[in-house]
């Protein structure tokens, strides 16, 4: 049966996010880090932390994700804030309170974050960082579970080409069921239930509805991507429900032919064993059929020894 939907608390430590931005020309997109999360499972807090007034243009983006802006404003007298001890204290007060959330996203490379990360994992939950390659410090990366580099994000693998004939309200369905299943095999998923493959989706795209696009349950859409050489499926004997076994490369992988180069060679090894055993048996035949004739001189010899011994005496 599929695994329960992990549920994620995502902190992000904003002022580290734009150390490592400086003196780029690309601006920090949440989208892409949300994209990414919520494959892992369901976001159900996000909170972002940082002297705002300083990064007035990040403000709208963050807000129409739905991420809560904290407010720590800069202290004159040591150049810092406490947007760290914030973000650690909000983060234990959900893993003491908050049971149900079992996986925490610390956005940030901050070294500082470490023993926050211990502590977590300490109490049982699953922690993944994500930061920056130049601004993350390789203590925090390995003392997490997994860590994520924002530049690798959106360089995971494409969904494979959909049918050209396809209208575009199946194009659009099936483009976000391939994406879903290709962020479950990035997860290590082995077998893609239909529920796990559906909740994904929802996920991914919160409006989603088989309906709109034509198909009364979602079996029904999966029977027709199959239908278009698009997967393959099989039901489940104890469940009865459908599990996606293969779809996109894994098909072509499956139906490339099969070079049997080593059935070859193993035919050829036995035709040499052949030949050595007929050459064997040849020259055993050829030793057997020698045998008579040595006996044939043997006799020969000891009648023509009788006959001088014969002659001798006469």
Not at 73 to 93: E, F
């Amino acid at each position: 049966m599929p695994d329960a939907e992990a549920a994620l608390a995502v902190f992000i430590d904003f002022e580290n996010l734009a150390l490592g931005f400086q003196g780029r020309r690309e601006r920090f997109d949440i989208v892409r880090v949300l994209e990414r999360l919520v494959e892992k499972g369901k976001i159900v807090a996000k909170k972002a932390y940082a002297d705002w007034s300083r990064f007035k243009e990040y403000t709208g983006p963050l807000h129409e994700a739905a991420i809560e802006l904290i407010e720590i404003p800069k202290r004159s007298q040591t150049g810092k804030n406490s947007a760290d001890i914030r973000l650690c204290v909000d983060a234990m007060d959900l893993a003491f309170s908050k049971e149900h959330i079992d996986t925490f996203v610390i956005v940030s490379g901050d070294s500082d974050f470490s023993p926050l990360v211990s502590k977590l994992k300490e109490n049982g939950k699953h922690v993944i960082g994500l930061g920056m390659v130049e601004s993350t410090s390789d203590l925090l990366r390995d003392n997490c579970d997994e860590f994520i580099y924002y530049e690798d994000l959106g360089k995971a693998a494409s969904p494979p080409p959909l049918p050209p004939h396809l209208s575009e309200n199946k194009r659009k369905a099936f483009a976000l069921l391939l994406d879903s299943m290709l962020a479950l095999r990035r997860e290590n998923k082995e077998t893609l239930w239909s529920s796990m493959v559906k909740d994904t989706m929802k996920r991914k795209k919160p409006s989603f509805n088989e309906a709109y696009h034509g198909y009364r349950t979602f079996s029904e859409l999966l029977l027709d991507a199959q239908k278009e050489g698009l997967l393959e499926l099989e039901i489940d004997p104890r469940s009865g429900t459908y599990v996606v076994t293969r779809f996109g490369s894994e098909m072509a992988a499956a139906a490339a032919p099969h070079r049997p180069t080593k059935r070859r060679r193993s035919r050829s090894r036995g035709g040499r064993r052949s030949v050595v055993a007929n050459s064997t048996s040849d020259t055993v035949a050829r030793s057997a059929d020698q045998r008579p004739n040595d006996d044939t001189n043997e006799s020969s010899t000891a009648s023509a020894h009788e006959r001088s011994e014969s002659a001798s005496e006469d």
